[in-house]
């Protein structure tokens, strides 16, 4: 079973991904991403991606413009300098594995971090320096899932030695959905995590504005008939005109 944390880790093109699951079924195995609902050991999962291919294929008449979005991407990794290799790996270990990033290789003065294995996952690397001056103006921000993975990266970075920098929440002047926290690595980095997705999906969201409106509607309603009969009763001092049967008012 070969298992990735996210399609566009594992190829940056649809037509490279479906070739690659084809090498994958020839060797008898399975599939399985874990942010995406696809599973070829399922039948859902195989229907899924023949879907998906034979879309490939329509697409790639047209000169294979059908590519994920990943292929805006233009950094491959980025690399930071410590002072403390051991600490920072304590540091990095703890807080990157909250949204799905796993140290996965070490070398000489350093270590790399990805999520996916082998050197061709990587995605962000450490190496010990004599000196290191953080640069004023520069961060690195990790993309997280969902808002409670954003919230899990904060207690993890502080507990393993980082530094607050701007807990866990929503920083609309971004744009209303932005939801983020900020840290200090052990030496003084700027790391930021964050979910650009809404606390939860736009037809959810969009169903309970109509839910809401129609309860407005209905109370506004009751309200007004309440009024009525309020205005009607004998107490109420006002005259009621009433319409004799077979006359008009």
Not at 35 to 58: L, P
Not at 114 to 141: D, K, N, Q, W, Y
Not at 205 to 234: F, G, N, Y
Request: glycine share 8%; net charge positive; hydrophobic share 40%.
């Amino acid at each position: 079973m070969l298992v990735v944390w996210k399609l566009d880790r594992l190829s940056r093109s649809l037509k490279d991904l479906l070739h690659i699951m084809e090498r994958v079924r020839e060797a008898g195995a399975g599939f399985r991403s874990l942010t995406e609902a696809v599973d070829t050991t399922t039948a859902a999962g195989r229907m899924m991606m023949q879907i998906a291919g034979k879309f490939a294929v329509r697409k790639s008449s047209r000169e294979d413009r059908f590519l994920s979005y990943s292929t805006a991407i233009v950094l491959d990794h980025i690399s930071l300098g410590v002072t403390d290799l051991e600490r920072s790996r304590r540091f990095y270990d703890a807080a990157l594995r909250t949204v799905g990033i796993v140290r996965i290789v070490d070398f000489g003065n350093g270590s790399d971090y990805g999520a996916m294995p082998g050197s061709l996952g990587v995605e962000f690397t450490i190496t010990e320096e004599p000196t290191v001056m953080p640069s004023r103006g520069m961060h690195v921000c990790f993309r997280a899932p969902d808002r409670g993975a954003v919230l899990a990266f904060y207690a993890a970075a502080l507990g393993a030695g980082g530094k607050d920098d701007g807990e866990p929440g929503l920083y609309a002047e971004y744009h209303p959905d932005y939801f983020a926290a900020f840290v200090f690595d052990p030496d003084g980095h700027r790391i930021e995590v964050v979910c650009h997705a809404p606390a939860m999906p736009l037809k959810e969201r969009e169903l309970i504005k109509a839910d809401l409106v129609a309860m407005r509607s209905c109370c506004t309603r009751q309200s007004h008939l309440r009024r009525l009969r309020r205005s009607s009763s004998p107490d109420s001092g006002y005259f009621q005109f009433s319409r004799e049967p077979g006359k008009g008012n």
